[in-house]
């Protein structure tokens, strides 16, 4: 008798997947809202979570909320200075991200 050929995905090496990290990173700038809010820190800017409620016509609560996606995402990075916090773009983490996604796209691709 036969043996069933065992399918193609049972025969393909294991292949390492993004890393959590970047996997965050893609979740942040999933969402238009998001990738609005990052345009405001071109060029280095640095905004209060009030400022980026105002400059992108959304309440404070949704602000704060998707900024910390966006620093969960290491989009963006924080600093508290009295009760104000600071938001401005990660650098460092869009970087480490991006060279995450490109080793993995030369990986599948």
């Known amino acids: 008798m036969d043996q069933p050929t065992p399918p193609t995905h049972a025969r393909t090496p294991a292949v390492a997947g993004l890393g959590p990290d970047t996997q965050e990173f893609l979740k942040a700038l999933g969402s238009p809202t998001r990738q609005r809010i990052m ?27 998707q900024l910390t996606l966006l620093r969960r995402g290491r989009v963006v990075t924080s ?22 996604l490109q080793s993995y796209l030369k990986t599948c691709c």
């Open 39 to 65: 345009m405001l820190f071109a060029q280095g800017a640095e905004l209060s979570v009030g400022q980026v409620a105002e400059r992108t016509s959304i309440s404070q609560a949704t602000a704060s909320q």
């Open 79 to 100: 600093r508290r200075e009295g009760k104000t916090v600071y938001y401005r773009a990660d650098r460092d983490g869009a970087l480490a991200a991006l060279a995450d």
